[in-house]
């Protein structure tokens, strides 16, 4: 009974409200795990001496949703100790200083799930169809992340 | 007929997030692209920071053939900047 309560678990969660770094660390505790992960991504006031106001995300959602389960799928073959995954993305409004995502992972021992931490958010900039754009004082841009194959950089 | 989906800078280029679009059953990436550029010009300044997402798989725009089922989602995929 005790082990059908611990199935490894994928918490994926796209959600305009605040994020909380104890409700996510707390989906993937496990009395089976010594060690939580953790990624908490922010925003920045500022942006090239610009002053950032807020930012505001929008995503192809059931689209990224897929995205997100197909990270969690790869970190399970590449790391098959890990225990439970949590990734909660915030959409719409993002004021400076929240948090725009949390990732948590479970595993027995530390060194997966720091692993599977940084694969996880790395892979996310890479592949989930989720944009952000900052808004300044007397502007606006929509950034591209430099993990994106189709965007222009430094061409 | 298929459902396009616009975001991002392509939505604001467009005017709109969602619209149904008739388009031949087989055609090619870059040929739907143009296709769509027709109706919506503005959006031909991005044309090289695109890509496709056609039933939910990215595909770059060029030469793949596509064979669209009504009411398939295509969705034009700006730079994306999640976490």
Known sequence: MEESEDVPKDFIKLKSEKLSVDEVSELVVSPYCGAVSLFIGTTRNNFEGKKVIHLE????????????????????????????IALHHRLGVVPITEASVIIAVSSPHRAESLEAVTYCINTLKASVPI???????DEYSWKENKECFWANSEK | QVSVLYFARSAELAGLRCETLSVPREITSLQLWE??????????????QVVFAVRQEYVLLGDQLLVLQPGDEVAIIPPISGG
């Open chain 2, 35 to 48: 296709e769509i550029v027709k109706v919506h010009p503005r959006l031909a300044v991005i044309r090289d």
């Open chain 1, 57 to 84: 995300y929008e995503a192809y959602t059931s689209m990224a949703e897929t995205e997100i389960k197909k990270i969690c799928r790869d970190v399970r073959q590449k790391w098959p100790s890990v225990k439970h």
């Open chain 1, 131 to 137: 944009w952000k754009k900052e808004i300044y004082e």
